[in-house]
């Protein structure tokens, strides 16, 4: 059976792999790179991988799939006690930094067998969570979205998500190596704090293909609109978080391509896809070819493929995934909120925060929004506005007449910007609400409707 990187050398060998500013690696050049790397690492049973987004981080993770070492990804978001966390709860014997490859002392962890990525999630808790993927569930991943896309749209991905994250490393790097593409790498503070460069960046490298969390998309259509379209561009991902379909339509008015999808880091990050043969705004797309699942009491479960288990726990037969979705009569799947968020009234009303939020969300004035009322007899919400001079109270007003009388927003609390850095979002852009609701319980209510 052929290995993923197996599939990856196979290309033309003066076509470009890798590419970043003034480096080239060709798919020629691939074997003996990977190769030296794995004469370096394969003494160790686990190591991290703590790089910027660079060609030098794909090189040394090919090398481990090759060497069949454990590779643990450090996003660059997570605290360092979320890092020391990981680094002792995996039992990684090495780690991977610009310096080098550095022996760690930690003591040895049975991670189970066939582990060849440990994928740490930010969760709610603000512990990260270990997930131990095999290299047939990666694999089964990257060439199904190969599949469902074709490998035609295999040209210029630019990577804009740090490769910590698995939906970039697998939908992205993976992805594209195998369709014969090329992966384009800019260090992560070249697009500025605020990502007030990536307009740019996108367009001098002629990316025909990104992946995105919403916020970020919101900020890529606010340059588009100030700067211009990007005509180079033939598909946008967005997953992550909810997505409004007035942010999608919003996006499509604008001449980006954008597609929802949906995944898990337990089914080694993507699940579900929009295509450009196959799309429907509101919901995220298709089941993946090699994706079994189920609608059981209202929640999406999946066969497990390939999961291996959490660190330290058994692997499940089915992964429970906590997301409330259906499946029209075309199989297109949509989210409706998450099972342990769910709001219940005072007046005994259950609701999904989430399809309040995406109503919220879908209004120009607002950027961020996270709805709480459990126990309530109404709803509230800590919003962030667009702007300084944004009427929030417009946006909720508007919002409102799109949602029945119970899951109307009844007062709001602005806030400063949700981000990962404060713990206010995961990694990814999921709100941490309990995080959220602890930091500004005490202001809010400052607006009444």
Known sequence: MNTLFDLIKEHEPSKIALAEEGYRVYYGDLPGLVQSRVERVKQYRCVALAMNNEIEWVLWDLATLVANVTLVPLPPFFTKEQRDHVLKSSGCDGIITSDGLIPLPNLPVSLPEGTVKVTYTSGTTGTPKGVCLSAQAIKAVAQSIVSVLGKDMAGLHACVLPLG??????????????????????????????????????????????????????????????????????????????????????????????????????????????????????????????????????????????????????????????????????????????????????????????????????????????????????????????????????????????????????????????SPNDGTLTGTGRPRRSRIFQLYKKDKTDVVL
């Open 165 to 418: 994250v698995l939906l970039e490393n697998v939908a992205g790097v993976y992805t594209t190596l195998i369709a014969g593409g090329t992966v384009i790498f800019n260090r992560l503070e070249t697009f500025g704090k605020n990502y007030e460069n990536l307009h740019e960046i996108i367009k001098i490298a002629g990316a025909t293909s990104v992946i995105l969390v919403p916020e970020i998309l919101r900020i890529l259509m606010s340059q588009v609109i100030e700067k211009g379209p990007l005509p180079s561009l033939a598909y946008v991902a967005v997953g992550g978080s909810k997505v409004s379909s007035s942010l999608l339509n919003q996006a499509r008015a604008l001449s980006l391509p954008v597609y929802e999808g949906y995944g898990l880091s337990e089914c080694a990050s993507v699940v579900s896809l929009n295509t450009p043969e196959h799309n429907k705004i509101d919901t995220v797309g298709r089941l993946l070819p090699h994706i079994q699942a189920t609608i059981e009491n209202g929640e999406i479960i999946i066969k497990n493929t390939g999961f291996l288990g959490y660190v330290g726990e058994l692997a499940p037969d089915h992964i429970y995934t906590g997301d409330l979705g259906v499946v029209d009569s075309e199989g297109f799947l949509s989210i409706t909120g998450r099972k342990k968020n769910i709001l219940i009234t005072s007046y005994g009303r259950n609701i999904a925060p989430e399809w309040v939020e995406s109503e919220l969300l879908s209004q120009p004035e607002i950027a961020q929004a996270v709805v709480f009322g459990d126990g309530e007899s109404s709803l509230s919400a800590f919003i962030v506005p667009s702007s300084k001079k944004a009427s929030t109270s417009d946006g909720v007003a508007r919002a409102n007449s799109r949602l029945p009388e119970y899951a109307q927003v009844k007062n709001f609390t602005l806030v400063p910007p949700f």
